[in-house]
């Protein structure tokens, strides 16, 4: 079992940068593989970036590539999503994830991840 808790959304302006954060529990944090995903209202859930376990390998959604950065602490349990220049199409909630087959490393689908946090909004105003 893995408990996931994001935190550091908020109202920003078109232009700013945030950072959100989640931290995990339950099981080492370093033997899962992690990802963001976001969900804007009246659209499905799309995929925004993964880490690989130990951090050396990242994954981005074109939308973001450039914008966003990804990165892990496994000494805090902790995963991160930088954001920068922060587009009003970016306001959605973001859910962190985690990936418990060994065999993936960066996937971008959502039902390859097996616990989810509960998310956190994100709104970017024009």
């Known amino acids: 079992q893995v408990q996931l808790v994001e935190s550091g959304g908020g109202l920003v302006q078109a232009g700013d940068s945030l950072r959100l954060s989640c931290v995990a529990s339950g099981r080492t944090f370093s033997s899962y593989a992690m990802g963001w995903f976001r969900q804007a209202p009246g659209k499905e859930r799309e995929f925004v970036a993964a880490i690989s376990r130990n951090g050396g390998s990242r994954r981005y959604a074109d939308s973001v590539k450039g914008r966003f950065t990804i990165s892990r602490d496994n000494a805090k349990n902790t995963v991160y999503l930088q954001m920068n220049s922060l587009k009003p199409e970016d306001t959605a909630v973001y859910f962190c994830?985690?990936?418990?087959?060994?065999?993936?490393?960066?996937?971008?689908?959502?039902?390859?991840?097996?616990?989810w946090g509960q998310g956190t909004q994100v709104t970017v105003s024009s």
């Open positions: 994830a985690a990936d418990l087959t060994p065999w993936q490393t960066q996937a971008t689908m959502g039902d390859d991840y097996d616990y």
